[in-house]
């Protein structure tokens, strides 16, 4: 028996030496956003598999059963959109606890039905068991990206700019302001929930930088950009240091983590679930500017730039700290860290 | 809203049509074992996704972790195996209770790796969640099968034999020597509890079937012959008759059955989990069985014969009676089902 890995990141590391190596039309195996397949053709197959489980990604106090069945497909969406890929037929395996109203199944059903009409995707099949300790969803994603085209995780050089598609640490904010049920105006608390309930994937950006090869690596924000900028310098052998000052905050945010007494720029890179893009890039912050804003989507922000090393560096009033990996991993019981 | 489905099967038929037609390369979408993709060139890619729940499909106190990540791998290769297909790559999506041991979940990887192995399958990706209610294992299987050469649910025409790959009942028996916790001979005992445990698909008869052009339908055997026989006579719009004298029964079956008060015919027949083939075929019987016997495979047997009609017979000493559809439904409560 091999030893106890070391969390989520062991646990992944410890089963891909398990599985042992790919056969050669895996262009690449565990590890990334989605696998990555050379089936011929001028183009790859991605593929991604994503399970949300009640009690820990959703609960339905809060999250309906729509938004469940379109965060599902969201959160597979993100992981395409990492590779600059389109998606385009997913599975879906529907846990549902025998006691509970089946009708009550459809409104999932009919969320994975509405996302995936707005991304494209035909549901082709599935499976349905009984789960009686709660609901779980488990969406399976296959898309297509032009072989020139992938992004993955390496590829980043010293030098490039680090950039995200959109503002951090909403859905990470919303789902604590639901926990603790907390009283905010609004403004304040309808923005952060959103975030957390119904995330937004980003497909277009994801195939904007493919087509136009403006990044060198890129990978979804599902678990913060602490933990997920420390798996593009691992995958590219490289450091990245965040400047605290660029770190693209909302006054929903902002407003929140004071009440939270939290350090909303702590918040927003070290909470998880954004589904922004973070990607690095050698064109000028202009250039991906004014591309982004002419294909119609909002500018990426620069937060900061690729460094020798291997560490992710933020640069503060109080000079540098390393914050490499502190992400949310889901084998993390200690209550510090930020929920995911 | 809509109304209420009707167990696992309105479910199914209801999320169908949420999720509107398919694409052109779909062939296949909801409603067989896998969906079948055109993705250009002389194959189809066949795609399946499957989960098992604790508490459900297996209970810890009985099966290892390796068998569970073994089962895994059985049950998704079953479902290719329905279709002539050959698996080639698998992503696994394992929910794992944050207060287990994490070396315990490498030896459901283990098993899962064994198992893959011994397919030909390449895990290459997937996704680790917290579980907190219990282990849940996803397993999603690509492969591939010549165009030529897929096998269906539809396509059984009147006058066809019903053939099985072999014995059935076995699973069904163990799970419920297991849950009873029967002291029976060890003769009797292993092969039940073995045939739950750890079952064994039948891609060899499968790809057989296909490459011979033998079969007109096939299915694999996971909700027993009277649903599964039920599924072939509605997608090709036909009866069938079952001999009860001619179902493949072992004496390890027998003896359980009557020690449990069951009638051991309806055990092989309403039980799941066979994850045998059924097949249909107009090839004459003694030819089925000399290519089986040829190819190193156990010889299917012949249950019964595709008759006009839309209903399952099983004709026994007291004449015909319908069985259509009385296979295990992971949504209906009632305990008078046998266990899947």
Chains 1, 2 share one sequence.
């Not at 930088?209 to 890129?218: D, G, I, N, T, V």
């Not at 913060?224 to 660029?246: K, M, N, Q, T, Y």
């Not at 939270?260 to 893009?277: I, K, N, S």
């Not at 690729?306 to 109080?318: D, F, K, M, Q």
């Amino acid at each position: 028996m091999a030893e106890a890995p070391a969390g989520e990141f062991g646990l992944i590391a410890a089963l891909a030496e398990l599985f042992g190596p790919s056969p050669p039309e895996v262009i690449l195996g565990i590890g990334d956003d989605c696998a990555v397949l050379d089936p011929g053709g001028p183009e790859y197959l991605l593929w991604t598999v994503d399970t949300l489980v009640e009690g820990v990604h959703f609960d339905l106090a809060w999250s309906s059963l729509r938004q469940l069945g379109r965060k599902a497909v969201a959160v597979n969406v993100s992981d395409l959109a990492a590779m600059g890929g389109r998606p385009a037929y997913a599975l879906l395996s529907l846990g549902w606890p025998p006691h509970r109203d089946l009708s009550l199944a459809l409104e999932v059903g009919e969320g994975v039905a509405e996302a995936a009409r707005e991304f494209q995707v035909a549901v082709i099949g599935g499976d349905t068991v009984a789960s009686p300790l709660g609901v779980t969803l488990t969406l399976t994603l296959l898309g297509r990206v032009p072989k020139e085209e992938l992004l993955t995780r390496a590829g980043a050089r010293v030098g490039d700019g680090v950039y995200v598609t959109g503002p951090l640490g909403e859905a990470a904010a919303g789902v604590e302001v639901l926990r603790r049920r907390l009283a905010l105006p609004p403004e304040v608390r309808e923005p952060l929930v959103r975030a957390h309930l119904d995330p937004v994937p980003q497909p277009a950006a994801g195939r904007l930088l493919a087509a136009k090869r403006l990044a060198s690596a890129c990978i979804d924000l599902s678990d913060g950009v602490a933990s997920d900028l420390g798996h593009i310098c691992r995958f590219s052998r490289v450091g990245a240091r965040v400047e605290a000052a660029r770190v693209p905050l909302t006054p929903a945010l902002t407003a929140a983590a004071r009440l939270l007494g939290l350090d909303p720029v702590a918040v927003a890179l070290t909470g998880g679930e954004d589904y922004q893009l973070l990607f690095t890039s050698a064109a000028p912050e202009a250039t991906l500017k004014k591309l982004f804003r002419s294909a119609g989507l909002a500018a990426p922000t620069r937060i900061g730039e690729i460094i020798p090393g291997a560490e992710v560096l933020l640069t503060g009033p109080a000079g540098d700290r390393v914050i490499t990996g502190r992400g949310y991993d889901h084998f993390r019981l200690d209550r510090e860290q930020e929920p995911g």
